[in-house]
């Protein structure tokens, strides 16, 4: 991934209702949910969800399908992963022990654990 890749993804992010529709995305992996749902459940307009689903698209953090009428929206964990990896592949300058606790804190992490 490139440097200017990460910058899109990670600024993307860096709005409130983008950060909401992203994680909200996560929850609902693999299934997804149509754009309007995702508006209904943040209290977002529709134009103004449909900017924000647009920015987080051309940064490569959701993707989208057609299922007849609806577009249906899914978080591209994927992208994440690589933008995550990006940050802290030189965080250890030699020595892995040191993000150790860091990839620790992901190990288990699920899209569906905070529903249980």
Not at 52 to 71: D, E, K, N, P, T
Not at 94 to 101: A, I
Request: proline share 5%; net charge neutral; charged share 20%.
């Amino acid at each position: 991934m490139e440097t200017s890749n990460v910058i899109e993804s990670f600024s993307a992010l860096a709005q409130a209702t983008r950060l909401d529709i992203f994680r909200l995305l996560v929850r609902q992996e693999p299934d997804g949910l149509p754009a309007g749902e995702i508006a209904r459940q943040l209290s977002v307009p529709h134009a103004t969800m449909s900017a924000h689903l647009s920015v987080l698209s051309r940064a490569g953090l959701v993707v989208s399908r057609r299922q007849g009428r609806s577009i249906i929206y899914r978080a591209n964990l994927s992208h994440m992963q690589e933008a995550i990896r990006f940050l802290v592949r030189d965080c250890c300058a030699g020595h892995p022990e040191v993000c150790g606790p860091l990839a620790e804190s992901l190990i288990g992490c699920t899209p569906n654990q905070d529903r249980e």
